[in-house]
């Protein structure tokens, strides 16, 4: 037979480990997960937009927008920023890629992958920092 002390610890220390469980069964999946912008949104960007947002490409011809780089994407287009950090529904940048606009990016070319537009959406809604 098992001493009662011993009954009373095993079942504290289930019901611990069956609140641990519950607790990270319960946060939203991926909820706190951090969007880096050089491991995530730059393979994106360069795979996607470099083509034509580098130097003597059309989109950098035409926008003034250089993607080869996190301060280029920061200084956005000739008319100004495209990038509102924390805000991904005023971000032209988002506007663009979600086909929330007229003019699409990238331009005449397959849209981006959900998944990929929701990696940028999160990185600028976590505030577009150079991670
Ligand atoms: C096939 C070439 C091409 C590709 C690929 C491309 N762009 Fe462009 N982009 C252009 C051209 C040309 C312009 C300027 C004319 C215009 O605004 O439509 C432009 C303009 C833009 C502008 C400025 C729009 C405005 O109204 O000021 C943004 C922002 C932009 N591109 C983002 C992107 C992003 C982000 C990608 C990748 C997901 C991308 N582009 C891929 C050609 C391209």
Not at 9 to 33: V, Y
Request: net charge positive; glycine share 10%.
């Amino acid at each position: 037979m098992i001493p009662k002390k011993q009954t009373a610890a095993l079942f504290t220390g289930f019901l611990s480990a069956s609140i641990l469980a519950a607790a990270s069964w319960s946060s939203p999946a991926g909820a706190a997960e951090e969007v880096s912008f050089k491991l995530d949104v730059f393979p994106i960007l360069a795979s996607r937009c470099v083509s034509c947002h580098g130097p003597g490409g059309t989109g950098y011809k035409e926008s003034g927008l250089d993607l080869t780089s996190y301060e280029g994407l920061m200084k956005g287009t000739k008319h100004g920023p495209i990038v509102v950090p924390g805000d991904p529904l005023t971000s032209n940048l988002d506007v663009l890629i979600e086909g929330r606009a007229q003019v699409q990016m990238p331009h005449d070319q397959r849209p981006l992958l959900k998944c990929q537009q929701n990696i940028i959406r999160n990185w600028v809604k976590q505030g577009a920092k150079n991670n």
